[in-house]
């Protein structure tokens, strides 16, 4: 979730209500969505041949693993975590730390959707149709079926799961890959946690029991490990020049930002550099210099806010270093000067360009495979070593798809304006529909746009 495609699950936040509205206006909101997907061609409904596909790669679930066991890499005994939003209904990646004397090992675990989502599959079509998840405020359209998605894709608590397992060991002193290896493994989840108790677990390292099955494992200790490595990459990449939009993201979202940044440069590193593979990398353009300058130009003009001198010569740093120090009423203000002159990324065969906003010369997408297409090809191409004939035709539809997607949003997003609520707390709180009509319009919460990094 992204500096060009930041993307949050709508839901109900935690501590908080549901807003409420009344039958009338949500039929109106139903009725505009209807004329939104009809507008960018995006099927809310699955074929019930897809379903019927999905529904019975969901029988046997437990047999089929155990059968995978002697195949696969067994990481079961490895202390393993989930975190996500409280209202997320599938778990997809998950990780594991480890510290020795020279070096930091990683694991990210992505669920092994091609495991079942292959181009022999109905399902596989249907992903090229829809090319991402679309999630609007309250409303989430799935690429891949949920009966899928949240049963055997979905890597929850103390039930073993099928994965594909990023091992990175990371030099202490400047972070950088020693080693890198991609496989499949057999993974099982000690503890799902929401953002909020992943922060609770920092502050008070007694509250993980209460989330555990076992209390032996050590997800306190792994926890806070995690965290300081996360926030050594974090700060690395911002010296690098890495674009970093939101200067006051949390600790648990540092955590797994930093940690899927890592998986996905990992792999991509392996295709182009190790393999020399054709991929769908992620490239993003960089704005021209006159360009780079009317956003600075708009940013200094702020009242309250001066771009230190030194950082001009780099408008990324120059960027980072106004949003740390200027008013938190102008933050939006920054991002919005920046976003408007950054060209839109794209996903090519070829890495050429690198990626701009997080100064990444290759990059590329793997770790959220239930909801991006590129992700679910890459696990693919990571896994076969084998290149779709029709892999640039399916480049510029995930582009046009996401293009799509978010435009969806953005004209949702201003419809629910016009009717008087408010989409930042309809998306993180959900919509419940009441009788009494009294009650409905009402729109409490804070309004704000996140941007994350492009993970």
Known sequence: MTEDDA????????????????????RHMANKREELFEKFGIRDEFPADVLEEAEARTEDVQQEIQEEVDERRDLREMTTWTTDPIDAQDFDDAISVEERDDEYVLWVHIADVTHYVNPETRMWEEAVERGNTVYLPGYTVHMLPPVLAETVCSLVPNEDRLAHTVEMHLDKEDLGYEEIEIYKSVVRSDARLTYTEAENVLEDPDSADALLEDPEVDLAEKTELVWHLADAMHEQRKEEGSLVLNPSRDRAHTIIEECMLKANKAVTHELMWDRGVEAMYRVHP??????????????????????????????????????????????????????????????MNDPFGGHHALNFEIYGHFTSPIRRLSDLINHWIVYTNDVPEDLVALCDRASDRQKDAEQCEREYKDFLQEVGLDPAAVNNRGIEVVEDEAEGNSAEGEAGTEVAADE
């Open 7 to 26: 993307q949050s699950a709508a839901g109900t936040a935690e501590g908080q209500g549901p807003v409420e509205i009344d039958e009338e206006l949500a």
């Open 286 to 347: 960089q704005p021209s210099p006159d360009e780079w300058d009317e956003a600075l130009r708009e940013i200094q003009e702020l009242d309250g806010v001066s771009i230190p001198g030194e950082a001009w010569d780099d408008p990324r740093r120059a960027v980072n270093a106004t949003l740390e120090q200027a008013p938190g009423r102008q933050l939006d203000k920054i991002q919005w000067a920046v976003m408007k002159v950054m060209p839109r990324a794209k996903y």
